[in-house]
């Protein structure tokens, strides 16, 4: 069941980028965290001996989660800021 979400999470990444480059540069930031998602969570399905998802990984797996929703959030309200102005 990984490998489709695996699937997914590539797929996700690669048409929020295609669809950034026409609309906004920010989304490209955002397509490529779900790559690395898709990357993440195969290395998960391939890696047997290792649970990526759980321990120190899966401390690391959130933390760059979250840097990457508050930097996007940031991102996103500043250029808002600078279009209505």
Known sequence: MGYIYA????LAGL???YF????????????????FMGCYWLADELLTDIDLFSGVYGIV?????????????????????????
């Open 7 to 10: 699937a997914a999470m590539f």
């Open 20 to 35: 950034a480059l026409k609309e906004n540069k920010l989304f490209c930031f955002v397509g490529a965290y779900f790559i």
């Open 61 to 85: 797996f959130r933390v760059v989660t979250a840097v990457v929703a508050v930097a996007a959030i940031v991102l996103y309200f500043t250029k808002i800021k600078r279009v209505k102005k």
């Open 15 to 17: 048409l929020v980028i």
